[in-house]
């Protein structure tokens, strides 16, 4: 096979890479372990919140936002080390270029964005998002790649792309140094293939989809890996390219940096081994540890950091939670990441969505509470108990310690709001101010009042999902090598090459930073390939 371009991975980086390429006349071949109904890979699934900068929603919405505010916030997440000068980089870079390169190109491309932007990652011990920047894409991830993938089939340069799908690629081919092209074997007949091109772009995703490297590479901040650990990442998100660039020269930075979620539960109707949803989780629920005690003094309460939830959870063996709450909490702010369970976001049904917002996602809390086995529901605490225990088979779970959970917390909002003194009531508080927060927040819910039963425990366990290292790259994509000079002919982007830079979050992501950065640093790496042949 020849092209002029070679692209591993039709994912979002793949396929903006991809865009690129054709713009300027290029021949490209792209090749993917998985089948065509899966073309675009993660973004397909996701929920589509793109981080952006100083955009007219934003304005609209009373936020004034600026790149140089942006980056502060950044680099505040990030707590980059003084020689992570590459990271470092592509951070300015983004913060500077997302607005026209990332949120103009696909707006001009057909997507469009909710009016209010939502408002995560705050920060809790370190300034997160100084203001909301969460742009949700109308339609999901979906929605952002059938736009694409839609430019791309009407492309006038269409002729010129070959797709070829069940296509493992395994290996680099080298030549002088230079990367000439790669090989593999075919997915249904295992046959051997080889493609030989002027430069090679990998952007096959990240290491997340494979829980024994998730587990190699867990960062020591997280103590031991837990025991179960589910996989909210591509199935075939597994490394095999990060070793391929290894064994030519690349170089890979941090991958004990992880964006990991903390509410993860069993998929429902997995399509892979230990395949997990990852929640939002309910802010009005009480997040208690394995023992049924309320995790504390500190209590956890998602949109703040995330990297601290999971921190925090994992630093209390055996390494799950739960959750509990109230049917009333679970239908006001139940949440899954992610396009499948959006469907009326996914399929732009205006109607559906604000029913939801109005009158509760009944929709979801039956999916969940029929169908996901980590959801026990109980009209009595005791019931409850027994049936958490059950479901783990152990008697880990005490009564009185859930009971005492649930009952300071009720006696607190009790005393009304003027006496309120629990760090999580304060947060609610906080959160409700922002009006995309509200509509998605209760009051302050007792979680024994009688009227807004029946309770609800979710039992929660740590989900793989974003790699935030991987192949180190300078500004124009190109592939570093151990002496710090671009390797010939190759390039990474999106998650492969962890968004930019192998690691342009640091330690922690902003959020909605995974879309962008896939679609800024493929773009770039295809302009560049574009240069090369
Ligand atoms: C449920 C969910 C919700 C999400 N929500 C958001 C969100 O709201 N905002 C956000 O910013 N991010 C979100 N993300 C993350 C984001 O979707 C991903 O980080 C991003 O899409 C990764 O894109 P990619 O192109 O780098 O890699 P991928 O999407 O992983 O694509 C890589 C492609 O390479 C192929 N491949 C892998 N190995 C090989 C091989 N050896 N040979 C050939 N092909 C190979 C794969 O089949 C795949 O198609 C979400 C992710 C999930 C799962």
Known sequence: MQGDVLVVGGGLAG???????????????????????????LARESFGGMFLVDTPEQRRAGIRDSAALALADWLSFAQFDAEETWPRAWAHAYVERCTVEVGLWLRERGVGYFPVPNWVERGLYVPGNSVPRFHIVWGTGQGLVDALRKRLEAHANRSLLTLHFGHRVERLLSRDGAIVGLAGARE?????????????????????????????????????P???????????????????????????????????????????????????LSLVPP?????????????????????????????????????????????????????VSGAEFNPSVRDKRRLAFLRDL????????????????????????????????????????????VRAAAEGFDANIARGPALYNDEQLRRIADLRRWRGDRIRTCRHQPILDPKAGPLIAVREFIISRKSLGGMQTDLASRVLGSDGQPIAGLLAAGEA?????????????????FLGGCVLSGRIAGRTAAGLT
């Open 15 to 41: 396929l903006c890479a991809t865009f690129e390429l054709l713009e300027s006349g290029r021949r490209v071949s792209l090749f993917d372990r998985d089948e065509p109904s899966r073309f675009g890979g």
């Open 188 to 224: 249904d007949n295992g046959a051997a293939f080889e493609a030989r091109g002027g430069a090679v772009i990998v952007a096959a995703g990240g290491i997340n989809g494979n829980l024994d490297r998730v587990r190699a590479h867990w960062h020591r901040d997280w103590g031991k």
């Open 226 to 276: 837990p025991a179960t650990i589910l996989n909210g990442s591509h199935r075939y998100a597994d490394g095999t390219l990060h070793d391929a660039v290894e064994r030519v020269g690349g170089r890979i930075t941090h991958l004990d940096r992880m964006w990991n979620y903390a509410a993860g539960v069993h998929h429902p109707r997995p399509r892979m081994p230990d395949e997990g």
């Open 283 to 335: 802010r009005s629920a009480l997040w208690l540890d394995a023992s049924g005690a309320r995790i504390g003094p500190m209590p956890l309460v998602t949109g703040f950091d995330t990297r601290d939830l999971v921190a925090r959870i994992c630093a209390r063996p055996p390494g799950h939670s739960w959750q509990l709450m109230n049917r009333r909490i679970a239908l006001k702010e139940l949440a």
């Open 358 to 401: 109005i009158f509760g996602n009944r929709w979801l809390y039956r999916q969940m509470v029929e169908g996901c086995v980590d959801f026990v529901c109980a009209p009595t605490l005791a019931e409850l108990v027994a049936r958490m225990n059950a479901l783990n088979g152990d008697h880990a779970v005490e009564l009185e310690r």
């Open 497 to 513: 090459a962890g968004f930019g830079g192998g690691g342009v979050h640091g330690l922690r992501a902003l959020e909605g930073t």
